[in-house]
Every structure is written in C-alpha cells, then in structure tokens.
C-alpha cells in the first residue's frame, strides 16, 4: 500500500533531520516506527505523505501510495487521497482540534468534503464512532467544544474522528502516551481489532518497545535521525543486529541476548 | 463570577481614586484658579465672591465630596470660561469626538485585517515586508505632524476636504463625513500599526497550530481551511488590545481636533488646560478616564468569560 | 536582514545622536540669534538648512532640539524604568494585600491616556523642560510596572527560584542574582521602545505649547512654529519633521532588532 524509496527530511537551511531510509506497508499489515524522542520518527511518517509542516522539506526518489505516486498528483487527488484513505491519531491531543469549534464540525470536514455521505449521515456515522470508542453521550460531545474534555476523552474523539471517512490507513502517532496503562489496552486492542476485521494498514509510532513486540508485525529502528534496522519483529526481537537496537531488546526482556 | 465581581469592584474604587487624584493635582495649581479665570476683572471683591460661591472656601476634602456627590448626579460644575455647564458642554461636543472615533475605527480595523492576514499569509515575501516597514514608519511619524501633511497637502488642494471646522450631521451628511475624514484617516494611522501586528502575529501562530495539520490529513482545501480557523482567530485577536487602543485614540483625538479645528471632546480638554478652567479639566478628565476604565472592564470581563469557559475542564 | 536593519538603525541613530553631542560645544550660530532681514531663506551656504520666520538658523536648532529629545527621552524612560520596576517587583514580591494596592495604583495611572496625564501634570507643574520630562517619566513608570510584576511573576516557580527560595538567599539577592538576568532583556527591550514614545509624546506636547517653550528649540515646538507658516513656506515642516521620523525610526528599529537579538538569546540560554 505505501512504498517509498530513499526519503530523507531536512530544514531549510539543509541541515539533515532524517537520513535517506525505505519504507513499505502491505495491505493488512501493521508496522511499528519505533525510536526515542528526537529521533525522527514522526517527522519520517509525516514526510511520507507530504504532512510536514513548511518549514520542513523532505525529498525523495518515490513515493508510492495505494498505487499512486504522491508527487505526482495533483493538489485535489492528494486532498481526496488523504482525505478518504488515511487516518491520523496525533501524539498531542490539546491542539489537535480547534478549541473555537464546535466538534462535530470539525470531525465532519472529511466526510463532507469527500462526499461520504450527507451532513446527517455524517452526524449519524460520528454518533455511532464516539460510541464505538466508548463515549457515553455523543450528542453532547459533539456539539461542545474540545476544552470541555480530559485528555484520554480528547485521544478517543481523535481516534473517532481518524476512522470517519473509513480509511485504510491509519497512523498512530503515539497513541497512548496520555493513557494509563489499563485505557492503553483497550485502545490498542480496539486497533488491532479494526486491523483484524476490516482490515486496515496501520501505522504504529511509538517509543515503546512492548508495544511494538506484542502488536506488530514489522517494525523499523530510528536512532538520532537514521532508520538504522528493519525486520519482522519476531526477528527483530530474536535476532536484533544493530547495536542500538540489541540494547532496547536487551532492556525491554531484561535478559540477555546471544 | 467571584472574578468578575472583584474586577468591578476594583473598577469602581479605581474611578473614585483616579477622580481624587485628578482633584488633588489640580488643587495645586499655582496661582490661584480664579484669579486666572477672572483675568483683567479680577478685582479682590470679586474674587473673594467668585470663591464664596464656588465653594472654594471650605477645605479641599469638603470641596472634594461635593464635587464628587454632585458628579454621581451628572452635575460637573460650571465651567469657568464658558459660563455654561460642564456636562452641557461635554455632551454638545461628544457627538463629533465620538463620530470621528467611530469612523478612525471603521477605517482602521478593516484595512489591518486585510493586510494582516495577508502578510501572514506571504510572510516574509515583499508584500509582508512592505507592510512592515510602512509600518514601521508610521510608527516613528507624531501624529500631528502627518495631520499638518494631509492638512497641506491634501485638504488644502482638494476641495472636498475642509481644512478646518465641522459640519454638523444635521445640516449635511456628506459634508460632515467629509468633513471628519481626513481627521479619521490620521487617527487611524496611529491605530493601524498596532492592529497590523497584532492581525499579523495571531494568524502566524494560528497556522503553525496542530488543527491546521488535522485539516490536511482530513483532505481541506487549504483555503477553505484558513478561512474556517486562523481566520477566526485573526478577527478576535484585536479584541486583546482594544482597551490600549482606545487609550492612544484618546490622545490622538486631542491632537487632531486640535490641528483640524473640530469641536469636540479633545479640544475642549485642551483649551480647558491652557485656561487653567478647573472644573471643566476636572470633569473632562474624569469623564475621559471613566470611559477608558469602563471599556477596559468590559473587555476583561469578556476575556475572563471566555477563558473561564476554556479553562473549565482543562485536565 | 537583520544585520542591516541593525546597521542601518545605528546608522539612523547616528545622525541626531552627532548633532546633539556637538551641539553641546558648538552650533554654527546661537538658536536665538535672529536675522530679521534673513527670513524664510533656504538652504545656502551661510545656513546649511536655511532660516526660519525669525531668521534663525535651523541647524542650529535642530542640533539643539535632537541634544533635547535624546537627552529628554533618555532621562525620562531611565526614571520610569527604575521607579516602575522597583514598583513591579515590590508588587509581584509583597503579600497579596500590598500587592493589590500597588496593582490597582498602577492600573490606575495606566488608565489615563498618555497626554492627558501629561497635560494634567504641566498644568500643575507648569511648562518647560523639566515638567515635561517629570510628565513622561511619570507615563513611563506604569508601563514597566506592569512588566517587571507579570516577567517575575512568570517565573516566581521557577526550579531555579524555588532552589534559590530553599536555600535560603534573602530575597534582596535573589533579585538582584536570579530575577534581574533573567528578565532584562524584556526590560531593555522595552527601554528602547519607549524612548521613541517618549520623544513622540515631548514632541506633541511641545507642539500643543506644553512643553519645551520658546526661544529654546525642541522637534515638537518647530513644527508648531512651521505650521503658521505652512501655507506660503511649506519648507518649514520638514527639517524638524524628518530629522524626528528619522530619530524615532532609528530607535524603534534597534529596539526590534534588539528584541531579536535577545529572544534568540533566551532561546538557546534554556
């Protein structure tokens, strides 16, 4: 579903942020980006599909998306690509939704713009979203505003809004950070149910490492601005390589490896 | 609520204070107040009378609390040099004061956001850049010395601009508008640097916010996206700074009545001053002070509600 | 950019700043002399900028005007900026109760816009230098009240301060070594800036007839005296005029880029 050759992202003044990496993602998979903070992993998956902000710039010698080659199409297909196909859990969930809006407006600007439905249908499909990822009382939430919610309330309407307009991608910029570990559970289990049923690729950003072995298929190491190892996580846990990554393993099983 | 209740309050207890101060100050003018109101006629006996009835005998906390009860009432005196009663006065010349304030603000605020969100929006290309160093020099320009450039430049080579006086609404609309123009226009240079920035800076930090990057992912046009959020906050944000605002408007109108001879508030105060008429400064000042006071108030409470909501369930 | 936008401030700077200084030892003629016979003269080579309705050299007097808005400018935003800030940090130190009283008094002066407070005080005080530099400095002084009380209020629990707090430094100290170095740059920042208000705000007092008074020469008064004469000598208004812009831009400009300077400062300090 994704495939990218060679990308790298650095600043306007050409200082390098990411070293050139490859990346791919098969339908049904769900790959983990694992690194500490700093280590480029978010800015790698938002240049990936063009998501960085301006005053980064990333190049690349191709970007390959659902079959379609990012840099080539034009600004409509991209908005249409990433509108309907791609979910973003953010890592931050203060800013994420305008505290000036009404959320239901906001968590609407996909689906209508895509044409996924009417405004009721849309209502209705947030209705039963926020429901879905365990919010008692929809109406309300909806129609109030993203200050009236705690944190993890906040993360559940960003995950809500992520699977509006039925994606088949979703990245999952740190999703449980802000959770307990009880709440952590649930919405990991959630995803990987999505992933099971419908069949969705995600995309798992994190800096944990139990994390990525218990739930991904395939994962690849940032360390400081480099992609420097990628592999099945079953192998990667077995049979880590780089030395980096041989002492995370090391620390997460806390026994020692050959 | 409680918030509210205590800015209030302070407002109030501010008013009485910055009325007591005025008061004070001008009981130590020197040189006696009536003596210089009475100039060439100011012969002993009618001195002493002047101050008998003025009250002016008693001591100064008496003539104070006098003052002040009868100010409650909207009685500010007599006007020394006048003759006529202060608030008469006040309220013949606050229709221009107040037409000219309204239309300095109708001019400045459209044309700063405009250019605001513009420059925002190109920052750092040559239209963001011309913007900023005009303002910048406006900045550095006294007001009155561009009311003397437009006065000679522009009102004394174009008809329809008078170089001086007002002409009431009620006589002409247009000719009044006409008339209360190029004051505003110098008014709003004066206002219009601030409300750039001001425009300028909230829409800059607006678009580096994490909503605008929930509207790429969710496939916004990026117009529509601005419109739908930093805009919004663009237009709010010179709300923060109106109390600051009207606060310098106040003290560019004195300037530019006084320049294009309009009868208003401004220039009142001002000849009010240069004859020493106690009780017309006194009752100006207040007055002005008051309305500052007041608007202030307004905008904090207004500010504090908002945030109240905001804040509320803030984990 | 900014380079030369701190190059050309300098530059800007330069100009009233060279003729202030050596009007103190030298004009080419006395500000008062007057030359009936020499009015309105443009610029030649006996007057450099010509004369005015008195037949006075304008040089001269602008050399004498920019020694007195520098000097004006400078004093009175000093006085503001050490009453103020001993006010705010008082303020922003003291117990709540005092902290009120100081709050509201400076709420209080804020209140009043910058002329009418001004006037209010020459009115009082009489016209002249002296009074008008009292004036601004008393309009100066809310202004870094309120900043030094909300710059240590933000950092009142600060780890740094907290540690100093519990080691047991007498507060006097803790301002002096903790707060001040960290709150100065703001305060120069706004040092500069005012400056330029200052001179704006001398110069429209002047120009109302409430501040520096004739014979003496000041960029407000000059421009007051060119205005009667606008009609049929225009030239008046613009020696005065620009050599003020200019001043008050060469000032505002290194106050931005100074403010530049210091955030990135600030930035790389954490």
Known sequence: MINITQLEVHTHEGRALVQPFDFHLKKGEIVGIFGESGSGKTISTQAMLNLLPSALVSRSIKKIVEDRNLDMLSPREYRKLIGLDVGYIPQNTTEFLHPLVKIKHQMLEGYVTHQCGTKKQGLKRATELLELVGLNNPKKILNGYVFELSGGMRQRVNIALSLMTKPRIIILDEPTTALDSITEHEVMEFFKNINQEEGVSLILITHNMKLIEKYTDRAYVFYQGEMVETNDTKMLFSEPYHPHTRALVQVTHGEEVR | ?315 | MRKYLLILSIVLLLIPSTLGLVSLFYTPYPITQMDLGNRFSGMSTEHLLGTDQFGRDILSRLMVASRYALLLGTVSVTLGLFIGSLIGIISALSKKWISMIFLRFIDGMLAFPGIVLAMMFVVVFGDGIYSTLVAIAIFMIPIFARLTYSLIKEQQHALYIVAAKSIGLSTTRIVWRHYLPVILPRLVTQFSASIGSAILIESALSYLGLGVVPPNASFGLMLKEAQSFMLSYPYLILPSGILLVITVLGLNLMGDTLNDRLMKLGDTND
């Open chain 2, 1 to 315: 609520m409680k918030e509210i209740i205590r800015r209030i309050a302070s407002s109030i207890v501010l008013i009485i204070v910055v009325s007591f101060v005025t008061f004070f100050m001008l009981m130590l003018i020197p040189g006696d107040a009536v003596e210089i109101s009475l100039g060439t006629e100011a012969t002993p006996e009618r001195v002493t009378e002047l101050r008998a009835a003025l009250g002016m005998d008693a001591p100064w906390y008496t003539q104070y609390m006098s003052w002040f009860t009868h100010a409650l009432a909207g009685d500010f005196g007599v006007s020394f040099t006048y003759g006529e009663n202060v608030t008469t006065l006040l309220l013949s010349r606050l229709p221009v004061t107040l037409s000219l304030m309204l239309m300095a603000i109708v001019i400045a605020v459209p044309l700063a956001l405009t250019i605001g969100v513009i420059a925002a929006l190109k920052q750092n290309k040559t239209f963001d850049i011309i913007a900023r160093t005009l303002m910048q020099m406006g900045d550095a320009m006294p007001q009155f010395w561009i009311a003397l450039i437009f006065l000679v430049y522009i009102a004394a080579q174009i008809e329809i601009f008078p170089i001086s006086g007002f002409t009431p609404f009620s006589e002409s609309v247009y000719g009044g508008v006409m008339s209360l123009f190029l004051p505003a226009v110098v008014l709003a240079f004066g206002m219009i640097a601030t409300l750039i920035r001001i425009v300028r800076s909230s829409m800059l930090h607006s678009l580096k916010q994490d909503y605008m990057l929930m509207t790429r992912v969710s496939g916004v046009h990026p117009v529509r996206a601005i419109i739908k959020y930093p805009l919004r906050d663009a237009l709010i944000a010179p709300l923060t700074v109106i109390g600051i605002q009207i606060s310098g408007l106040i003290s560019g109108v004195i300037v530019v009545e006084s320049i294009f001879s309009l009868p208003g508030v401004g220039r009142l105060l001002f000849s009010a001053v240069l004859k020493r008429d106690l009780f017309l400064i006194l009752g100006l000042v207040s007055f002005i002070v008051t309305s500052v006071i007041i608007i202030t108030l307004i905008t904090d409470i207004l500010y504090i509600l908002l945030n109240k909501k905001m804040r509320r369930n803030e984990s």
